[in-house]
Protein backbone atom coordinates (compact mmCIF):
# COMPACT_ATOMS: atom_id res chain seq x y z
CA UNK A 1 0.00 0.00 0.00
CA UNK A 2 0.99 3.73 -0.42
CA UNK A 3 1.12 5.29 2.95
CA UNK A 4 1.86 8.75 3.76
CA UNK A 5 2.90 9.71 7.26
CA UNK A 6 3.16 13.74 8.26
CA UNK A 7 5.36 14.29 11.22
CA UNK A 8 8.66 12.55 11.34
CA UNK A 9 9.13 12.62 15.36
CA UNK A 10 8.89 9.75 17.31
CA UNK A 11 5.49 8.37 16.54
CA UNK A 12 5.87 9.07 13.21
CA UNK A 13 9.13 7.38 12.65
CA UNK A 14 8.32 4.38 14.39
CA UNK A 15 5.55 3.87 11.86
CA UNK A 16 7.78 4.44 9.41
CA UNK A 17 10.13 1.70 10.49
CA UNK A 18 6.81 -0.69 10.99
CA UNK A 19 5.42 0.09 8.15
CA UNK A 20 8.33 0.05 5.92
CA UNK A 21 9.46 -3.42 6.91
CA UNK A 22 5.99 -4.94 6.27
CA UNK A 23 6.55 -3.88 2.51
CA UNK A 24 4.53 -0.80 2.41
CA UNK A 25 5.38 2.23 0.08
CA UNK A 26 6.11 4.38 2.96
CA UNK A 27 6.50 8.25 2.57
CA UNK A 28 6.95 11.30 5.42
CA UNK A 29 6.46 14.40 5.19
CA UNK A 30 7.88 17.08 7.67
CA UNK A 31 9.77 20.30 7.38
CA UNK A 32 12.63 19.46 9.47
CA UNK A 33 15.59 18.32 6.67
CA UNK A 34 17.69 16.78 9.19
CA UNK A 35 14.83 14.35 10.32
CA UNK A 36 14.09 13.40 6.94
CA UNK A 37 17.95 12.78 6.52
CA UNK A 38 18.34 10.66 9.60
CA UNK A 39 14.96 8.57 8.49
CA UNK A 40 15.71 8.02 4.96
CA UNK A 41 19.86 7.10 5.72
CA UNK A 42 17.80 4.06 7.61
CA UNK A 43 14.88 3.27 6.04
CA UNK A 44 13.68 2.34 2.55
CA UNK A 45 11.38 5.72 2.19
CA UNK A 46 10.60 8.82 0.24
CA UNK A 47 10.74 11.97 2.17
CA UNK A 48 8.77 15.64 1.55
CA UNK A 49 10.06 18.61 2.98
CA UNK A 50 6.89 21.52 3.64
CA UNK A 51 3.83 21.64 5.37
CA UNK A 52 1.67 18.42 5.49
CA UNK A 53 -1.44 20.25 5.51
CA UNK A 54 -0.70 22.74 1.95
CA UNK A 55 -2.24 20.77 -0.97
CA UNK A 56 0.96 21.41 -3.03
CA UNK A 57 2.66 19.35 -0.01
CA UNK A 58 0.66 16.56 -0.55
CA UNK A 59 0.41 16.29 -4.01
CA UNK A 60 4.65 16.51 -4.29
CA UNK A 61 4.17 13.35 -1.95
CA UNK A 62 1.34 11.71 -4.12
CA UNK A 63 -1.41 12.24 -2.46
CA UNK A 64 -3.53 11.31 -5.17
CA UNK A 65 -2.25 8.11 -5.28
CA UNK A 66 -1.94 6.98 -1.62
CA UNK A 67 -4.44 4.40 0.40
CA UNK A 68 -3.65 5.83 3.40
CA UNK A 69 -2.41 8.89 5.28
CA UNK A 70 -1.41 9.46 8.95
CA UNK A 71 -0.89 12.62 10.53
CA UNK A 72 0.70 12.00 13.45
CA UNK A 73 2.59 15.54 14.44
CA UNK A 74 2.97 16.99 17.77
CA UNK A 75 0.13 19.51 16.95
CA UNK A 76 -3.93 18.09 16.76
CA UNK A 77 -5.35 21.03 14.96
CA UNK A 78 -2.51 20.42 12.24
CA UNK A 79 -3.19 17.04 12.13
CA UNK A 80 -7.25 17.11 11.36
CA UNK A 81 -6.58 19.89 9.20
CA UNK A 82 -4.18 17.62 7.13
CA UNK A 83 -6.85 14.75 7.02
CA UNK A 84 -9.32 17.10 5.97
CA UNK A 85 -7.29 18.51 2.84
CA UNK A 86 -5.79 14.54 2.23
CA UNK A 87 -9.60 13.31 1.92
CA UNK A 88 -10.08 16.20 -0.68
CA UNK A 89 -7.21 14.97 -2.96
CA UNK A 90 -8.51 11.83 -2.94
CA UNK A 91 -6.59 9.66 -0.04
CA UNK A 92 -8.84 6.61 0.92
CA UNK A 93 -7.96 6.49 4.51
CA UNK A 94 -6.85 9.12 6.87
CA UNK A 95 -5.98 8.50 10.28
CA UNK A 96 -4.81 11.02 12.81
CA UNK A 97 -2.77 11.20 16.28
CA UNK A 98 -5.47 14.36 18.20
CA UNK A 99 -4.52 14.02 22.35
CA UNK A 100 -6.37 17.20 23.74
CA UNK A 101 -8.58 16.14 25.74
CA UNK A 102 -11.37 18.71 24.77
CA UNK A 103 -11.52 17.32 21.53
CA UNK A 104 -13.10 13.56 22.62
CA UNK A 105 -16.65 14.33 22.36
CA UNK A 106 -16.62 17.00 18.89
CA UNK A 107 -14.53 13.98 17.04
CA UNK A 108 -16.85 11.08 17.47
CA UNK A 109 -19.76 13.46 16.46
CA UNK A 110 -17.52 15.31 13.45
CA UNK A 111 -15.33 12.51 12.04
CA UNK A 112 -17.00 12.18 8.89
CA UNK A 113 -17.19 16.14 8.06
CA UNK A 114 -13.39 16.06 9.05
CA UNK A 115 -12.54 13.04 6.63
CA UNK A 116 -11.26 10.78 9.39
CA UNK A 117 -11.34 7.41 9.32
CA UNK A 118 -9.44 6.63 12.69
CA UNK A 119 -8.20 8.78 15.12
CA UNK A 120 -5.54 7.66 17.76
CA UNK A 121 -4.51 9.45 21.00
CA UNK A 122 -1.53 7.73 22.58
CA UNK A 123 -2.30 9.14 26.26
CA UNK A 124 -5.16 7.72 26.94
CA UNK A 125 -4.69 4.51 25.66
CA UNK A 126 -1.73 4.29 27.73
CA UNK A 127 -3.70 5.71 30.94
CA UNK A 128 -6.64 2.83 29.81
CA UNK A 129 -3.60 0.57 30.47
CA UNK A 130 -2.31 1.71 33.23
CA UNK A 131 -5.78 1.27 35.08
CA UNK A 132 -5.96 -2.30 33.85
CA UNK A 133 -2.90 -3.09 35.72
CA UNK A 134 -3.79 -1.14 38.59
CA UNK A 135 -7.08 -3.35 38.63
CA UNK A 136 -4.81 -6.66 39.30
CA UNK A 137 -1.56 -5.25 40.55
CA UNK A 138 0.14 -9.16 39.81
CA UNK A 139 0.07 -8.86 36.16
CA UNK A 140 2.72 -7.26 34.44
CA UNK A 141 0.92 -6.65 31.47
CA UNK A 142 -2.83 -7.27 30.28
CA UNK A 143 -4.53 -6.79 26.46
CA UNK A 144 -8.11 -7.17 25.92
CA UNK A 145 -9.53 -9.41 23.00
CA UNK A 146 -12.98 -10.49 22.00
CA UNK A 147 -14.92 -7.05 23.04
CA UNK A 148 -12.93 -7.38 26.65
CA UNK A 149 -14.21 -10.94 26.88
CA UNK A 150 -10.21 -12.51 26.53
CA UNK A 151 -7.27 -10.94 28.15
CA UNK A 152 -3.57 -12.24 27.49
CA UNK A 153 -1.57 -11.11 30.44
CA UNK A 154 2.69 -11.42 31.61
CA UNK A 155 2.90 -12.99 34.74
CA UNK A 156 6.29 -13.51 36.68
CA UNK A 157 7.67 -16.96 37.88
CA UNK A 158 9.58 -16.23 40.49
CA UNK A 159 11.78 -18.70 42.89
CA UNK A 160 8.48 -18.89 45.15
CA UNK A 161 6.35 -19.85 42.54
CA UNK A 162 3.96 -22.59 42.36
CA UNK A 163 4.97 -23.13 38.81
CA UNK A 164 8.63 -24.05 38.68
CA UNK A 165 9.30 -26.70 36.97
CA UNK A 166 5.52 -27.59 36.09
CA UNK A 167 5.44 -28.62 32.17
CA UNK A 168 2.56 -26.75 30.88
CA UNK A 169 0.37 -29.62 30.34
CA UNK A 170 -0.16 -29.44 33.81
CA UNK A 171 -0.84 -26.20 33.90
CA UNK A 172 -4.89 -26.69 34.80
CA UNK A 173 -3.87 -28.71 38.09
CA UNK A 174 -2.65 -25.29 39.88
CA UNK A 175 -4.42 -22.68 37.71
CA UNK A 176 -7.64 -24.37 38.62
CA UNK A 177 -9.13 -22.87 35.33
CA UNK A 178 -8.55 -23.27 31.56
CA UNK A 179 -5.53 -20.67 29.90
CA UNK A 180 -2.98 -21.42 27.69
CA UNK A 181 -0.05 -20.30 28.13
CA UNK A 182 0.78 -18.56 24.65
CA UNK A 183 4.28 -17.66 25.06
CA UNK A 184 7.11 -17.54 27.43
CA UNK A 185 10.22 -14.94 27.55
CA UNK A 186 13.12 -16.39 29.10
CA UNK A 187 16.84 -14.88 29.00
CA UNK A 188 17.83 -16.61 25.72
CA UNK A 189 14.60 -15.36 23.78
CA UNK A 190 10.65 -15.72 23.29
CA UNK A 191 9.31 -19.17 23.02
CA UNK A 192 5.81 -20.14 21.63
CA UNK A 193 5.75 -23.05 23.98
CA UNK A 194 4.22 -26.68 23.56
CA UNK A 195 2.70 -28.57 26.31
CA UNK A 196 5.75 -30.31 27.54
CA UNK A 197 8.14 -26.76 28.02
CA UNK A 198 8.98 -26.75 31.36
CA UNK A 199 8.83 -23.34 32.97
CA UNK A 200 12.18 -22.24 35.39
CA UNK A 201 12.47 -19.31 37.65
CA UNK A 202 12.98 -15.88 35.50
CA UNK A 203 10.67 -16.67 33.11
CA UNK A 204 7.55 -14.31 32.46
CA UNK A 205 4.81 -16.04 31.02
CA UNK A 206 1.88 -15.04 28.98
CA UNK A 207 -1.46 -16.49 29.64
CA UNK A 208 -4.82 -16.66 27.55
CA UNK A 209 -7.34 -16.66 29.75
CA UNK A 210 -11.09 -15.56 29.61
CA UNK A 211 -11.90 -12.23 31.68
CA UNK A 212 -14.17 -13.81 34.59
CA UNK A 213 -11.27 -16.31 34.94
CA UNK A 214 -8.80 -13.75 36.08
CA UNK A 215 -9.85 -13.41 39.83
CA UNK A 216 -9.50 -17.35 40.19
CA UNK A 217 -6.57 -17.77 38.16
CA UNK A 218 -4.60 -15.06 40.82
CA UNK A 219 -6.32 -17.09 43.64
CA UNK A 220 -4.97 -20.70 42.59
CA UNK A 221 -1.46 -19.58 41.59
CA UNK A 222 -0.70 -17.87 44.94
CA UNK A 223 -0.17 -14.70 43.69
CA UNK A 224 -0.23 -12.19 46.01
CA UNK A 225 -3.39 -9.32 45.10
CA UNK A 226 -3.70 -6.70 46.92
CA UNK A 227 -6.41 -4.11 46.02
CA UNK A 228 -5.26 -0.46 45.12
CA UNK A 229 -6.57 1.89 47.25
CA UNK A 230 -3.88 5.26 46.97
CA UNK A 231 -1.93 5.96 43.81
CA UNK A 232 0.60 8.09 44.13
CA UNK A 233 1.37 9.82 40.11
CA UNK A 234 4.84 11.26 39.27
CA UNK A 235 4.04 14.16 36.72
CA UNK A 236 1.44 15.78 35.95
CA UNK A 237 1.23 14.98 31.83
CA UNK A 238 -2.25 14.47 29.83
CA UNK A 239 -1.36 10.84 30.88
CA UNK A 240 -1.66 11.93 34.52
CA UNK A 241 -5.44 13.73 33.64
CA UNK A 242 -6.74 10.66 32.10
CA UNK A 243 -5.72 7.75 34.71
CA UNK A 244 -6.27 10.42 37.76
CA UNK A 245 -9.85 10.91 36.92
CA UNK A 246 -10.57 7.42 36.02
CA UNK A 247 -9.34 6.16 39.17
CA UNK A 248 -10.95 8.79 41.30
CA UNK A 249 -14.30 7.06 39.84
CA UNK A 250 -13.21 4.14 40.76
CA UNK A 251 -12.72 5.19 44.16
CA UNK A 252 -8.72 5.59 44.95
CA UNK A 253 -7.41 7.95 46.60
CA UNK A 254 -4.85 10.08 43.92
CA UNK A 255 -2.27 12.37 44.55
CA UNK A 256 -0.74 14.07 41.80
CA UNK A 257 3.06 15.47 41.93
CA UNK A 258 4.08 18.37 38.96
CA UNK A 259 6.89 20.92 39.64
CA UNK A 260 4.89 23.17 37.08
CA UNK A 261 2.50 25.78 38.49
CA UNK A 262 -0.08 26.63 35.84
CA UNK A 263 -0.09 22.76 35.02
CA UNK A 264 -0.55 22.14 38.88
CA UNK A 265 -3.76 25.11 38.97
CA UNK A 266 -5.27 23.33 35.83
CA UNK A 267 -4.99 19.77 37.45
CA UNK A 268 -6.60 20.61 40.62
CA UNK A 269 -9.58 22.29 38.62
CA UNK A 270 -9.65 19.32 36.59
CA UNK A 271 -9.84 16.74 39.47
CA UNK A 272 -10.47 18.75 42.80
CA UNK A 273 -10.87 15.28 44.43
CA UNK A 274 -7.21 14.81 43.98
CA UNK A 275 -4.32 15.83 45.82
CA UNK A 276 -2.45 18.02 43.62
CA UNK A 277 1.30 18.89 44.94
CA UNK A 278 3.61 21.48 43.49
CA UNK A 279 6.94 19.79 43.95
CA UNK A 280 9.76 18.22 42.16
CA UNK A 281 8.85 14.64 41.99
CA UNK A 282 12.29 13.53 40.82
CA UNK A 283 13.63 14.32 44.27
CA UNK A 284 13.74 11.65 46.77
CA UNK A 285 13.13 14.26 49.80
CA UNK A 286 9.82 15.44 48.14
CA UNK A 287 8.47 11.81 47.45
CA UNK A 288 9.26 10.79 51.33
CA UNK A 289 7.71 13.64 52.72
CA UNK A 290 4.98 12.66 50.36
CA UNK A 291 4.88 9.12 52.39
CA UNK A 292 5.74 7.50 49.05
CA UNK A 293 5.89 4.48 51.30
CA UNK A 294 2.34 4.19 52.00
CA UNK A 295 1.40 4.52 49.16
CA UNK A 296 -0.42 1.09 47.08
CA UNK A 297 0.71 2.21 43.80
CA UNK A 298 3.34 4.79 42.23
CA UNK A 299 3.01 5.55 38.58
CA UNK A 300 6.09 7.23 37.08
CA UNK A 301 4.89 9.76 33.99
CA UNK A 302 7.43 12.56 33.81
CA UNK A 303 8.48 13.29 29.96
CA UNK A 304 12.01 12.03 30.40
CA UNK A 305 12.73 8.01 30.58
CA UNK A 306 15.45 8.00 32.50
CA UNK A 307 13.96 9.76 34.69
CA UNK A 308 10.97 7.61 35.09
CA UNK A 309 13.34 4.10 35.63
CA UNK A 310 14.94 6.14 38.17
CA UNK A 311 12.11 6.99 40.59
CA UNK A 312 10.64 3.66 39.58
CA UNK A 313 13.79 1.99 40.91
CA UNK A 314 13.38 4.04 43.80
CA UNK A 315 9.38 3.42 44.44
CA UNK A 316 10.28 -0.17 44.44
CA UNK A 317 13.28 -0.16 46.55
CA UNK A 318 11.10 1.64 49.25
CA UNK A 319 8.54 -1.29 49.14
CA UNK A 320 5.72 -0.20 47.38
CA UNK A 321 3.71 -3.07 46.01
CA UNK A 322 2.46 -1.83 42.23
CA UNK A 323 5.06 0.16 40.18
CA UNK A 324 3.85 1.42 36.65
CA UNK A 325 6.57 3.04 34.35
CA UNK A 326 5.51 5.13 31.09
CA UNK A 327 9.12 5.30 28.21
CA UNK A 328 9.27 6.44 25.06
CA UNK A 329 11.95 4.80 23.73
CA UNK A 330 11.33 0.73 23.12
CA UNK A 331 14.87 -0.11 23.83
CA UNK A 332 15.39 0.51 27.36
CA UNK A 333 12.26 -2.22 27.56
CA UNK A 334 15.04 -5.02 28.33
CA UNK A 335 17.09 -2.49 30.46
CA UNK A 336 14.07 -2.43 32.91
CA UNK A 337 13.22 -6.04 32.84
CA UNK A 338 17.01 -6.70 34.58
CA UNK A 339 16.95 -4.06 37.01
CA UNK A 340 13.63 -5.58 38.48
CA UNK A 341 11.03 -2.75 37.40
CA UNK A 342 7.47 -4.55 36.56
CA UNK A 343 4.96 -3.13 34.45
CA UNK A 344 6.04 -0.17 31.62
CA UNK A 345 3.50 1.63 29.33
CA UNK A 346 4.24 2.76 26.09
CA UNK A 347 2.14 5.75 24.83
CA UNK A 348 3.98 5.55 21.47
CA UNK A 349 4.11 1.66 21.04
CA UNK A 350 0.46 1.77 21.73
CA UNK A 351 -0.36 4.20 19.80
CA UNK A 352 1.70 2.26 16.84
CA UNK A 353 -0.03 -0.60 17.36
CA UNK A 354 -3.17 0.62 17.11
CA UNK A 355 -2.34 2.02 13.34
CA UNK A 356 -0.72 -1.12 12.55
CA UNK A 357 -3.77 -3.08 13.19
CA UNK A 358 -5.42 -0.86 11.11
CA UNK A 359 -2.92 -0.58 8.27
CA UNK A 360 -3.04 -4.72 7.88
CA UNK A 361 -6.86 -4.87 8.30
CA UNK A 362 -7.18 -2.55 4.84
CA UNK A 363 -3.94 -4.69 3.34
CA UNK A 364 -6.04 -7.83 3.60
CA UNK A 365 -6.26 -8.70 0.01
CA UNK A 366 -10.03 -10.50 -0.12
CA UNK A 367 -11.36 -7.57 2.17
CA UNK A 368 -11.98 -10.83 4.78
CA UNK A 369 -10.54 -12.51 7.74
CA UNK A 370 -8.84 -9.21 8.47
CA UNK A 371 -6.98 -8.30 11.70
CA UNK A 372 -9.25 -6.77 14.47
CA UNK A 373 -7.20 -5.92 17.46
CA UNK A 374 -3.25 -6.29 17.62
CA UNK A 375 -1.10 -6.09 20.91
CA UNK A 376 2.80 -6.55 20.79
CA UNK A 377 3.77 -8.64 24.08
CA UNK A 378 6.96 -9.65 25.16
CA UNK A 379 8.27 -6.25 25.02
CA UNK A 380 7.63 -6.59 21.16
CA UNK A 381 9.09 -9.66 20.11
CA UNK A 382 5.93 -11.50 19.21
CA UNK A 383 2.43 -10.40 18.52
CA UNK A 384 -1.24 -11.49 19.35
CA UNK A 385 -3.76 -10.75 17.00
CA UNK A 386 -7.26 -11.12 16.69
CA UNK A 387 -9.21 -12.12 13.24
CA UNK A 388 -12.73 -13.26 12.94
CA UNK A 389 -13.37 -15.82 10.76
CA UNK A 390 -14.95 -15.86 7.31
CA UNK A 391 -16.54 -17.52 4.79
CA UNK A 392 -13.45 -17.78 2.64
CA UNK A 393 -11.27 -19.24 5.83
CA UNK A 394 -9.91 -22.52 5.26
CA UNK A 395 -9.68 -25.35 7.84
CA UNK A 396 -13.25 -24.48 8.91
CA UNK A 397 -14.21 -27.59 11.13
CA UNK A 398 -11.19 -29.50 11.53
CA UNK A 399 -9.61 -30.28 14.52
CA UNK A 400 -6.49 -28.22 15.28
CA UNK A 401 -4.70 -31.08 15.53
CA UNK A 402 -4.69 -31.80 12.22
CA UNK A 403 -4.52 -28.24 10.72
CA UNK A 404 -0.71 -27.07 9.64
CA UNK A 405 0.19 -24.10 11.01
CA UNK A 406 3.61 -22.04 10.22
CA UNK A 407 6.16 -22.42 12.45
CA UNK A 408 6.48 -19.89 15.91
CA UNK A 409 2.09 -19.51 15.13
CA UNK A 410 -0.30 -20.94 18.44
CA UNK A 411 -3.99 -20.37 18.18
CA UNK A 412 -4.67 -19.65 21.89
CA UNK A 413 -8.34 -19.09 22.09
CA UNK A 414 -11.15 -18.93 19.89
CA UNK A 415 -14.82 -17.47 20.82
CA UNK A 416 -18.02 -18.86 19.73
CA UNK A 417 -21.30 -17.26 19.97
CA UNK A 418 -19.74 -15.13 22.78
CA UNK A 419 -18.58 -18.38 24.34
CA UNK A 420 -14.70 -18.73 25.43
CA UNK A 421 -12.76 -21.82 24.07
CA UNK A 422 -9.07 -22.29 25.13
CA UNK A 423 -8.38 -24.02 22.68
CA UNK A 424 -7.07 -28.04 22.30
CA UNK A 425 -5.85 -30.16 20.03
CA UNK A 426 -9.82 -31.67 19.46
CA UNK A 427 -10.89 -27.61 19.34
CA UNK A 428 -12.21 -25.98 15.70
CA UNK A 429 -13.63 -22.67 14.52
CA UNK A 430 -16.04 -22.18 11.99
CA UNK A 431 -17.52 -18.92 10.25
CA UNK A 432 -18.07 -16.18 12.84
CA UNK A 433 -15.65 -17.02 15.33
CA UNK A 434 -13.26 -14.92 16.54
CA UNK A 435 -9.65 -16.31 16.70
CA UNK A 436 -6.74 -15.48 18.81
CA UNK A 437 -3.19 -16.09 17.05
CA UNK A 438 0.14 -15.49 18.69
CA UNK A 439 3.71 -15.42 16.59
CA UNK A 440 6.94 -14.75 17.29
CA UNK A 441 8.23 -11.45 15.54
CA UNK A 442 9.06 -10.44 12.35
CA UNK A 443 6.25 -12.71 10.61
CA UNK A 444 3.65 -10.16 9.07
CA UNK A 445 0.57 -11.86 9.11
CA UNK A 446 -2.68 -9.87 7.48
CA UNK A 447 -5.25 -12.47 7.34
CA UNK A 448 -6.23 -15.71 8.80
CA UNK A 449 -4.94 -17.76 5.82
CA UNK A 450 -1.62 -16.79 6.12
CA UNK A 451 -1.37 -19.06 9.51
CA UNK A 452 -1.74 -21.85 7.57
CA UNK A 453 1.56 -23.76 6.49
CA UNK A 454 -0.26 -24.67 3.26
CA UNK A 455 -1.54 -21.56 1.93
CA UNK A 456 -1.94 -21.82 -1.84
CA UNK A 457 -0.04 -19.45 -3.38
Known amino acids: ?23 HDVTIIDSNPQALM ?39 ELNLLTCLTAKKLGVR ?10 YSDQLASMREELGLSMTVNPELAAAQEAYQLLRFPSFLKR ?23 IPLYKLYEI ?17 IPSGSFTLQEGDTIYVTAALLDLAELVKNMGLVEKRIRSLLIIGGSRIAFYLGRRCLDSGMTVKIVERDHDRCVALAEAMPRATIIEADGSRQDV ?7 SYDAVVTLTGMDEEN ?93 NIPLKEGILVSCITHKARTIIPKGDSSFVSGDTVIVVTAGGRTINDLNDIFADRAG
Do not use: W
Open 143 to 165: DSFAKGRVEIVAVPVDKDSKLVG
Open 175 to 191: AGVNVLVCAVEREDGVH
Open 1 to 23: MNIIIVGDGKVGAALATQLSSEG
Open 309 to 401: LVLSMLASHLGVSKVITKINRLEYTDVFRKVGIGSVISPKGLCCANIVRYVRAMSSAAGVDSVLTLHPIVDGKAEALEFLAGPETRHQGEMLK
Open 93 to 102: HTIARVRNPE
Open 38 to 76: DSSEKLDIMTVIGNGAAMSTLRDAGAERADILIAATSRD
Open 287 to 293: LESEGVR
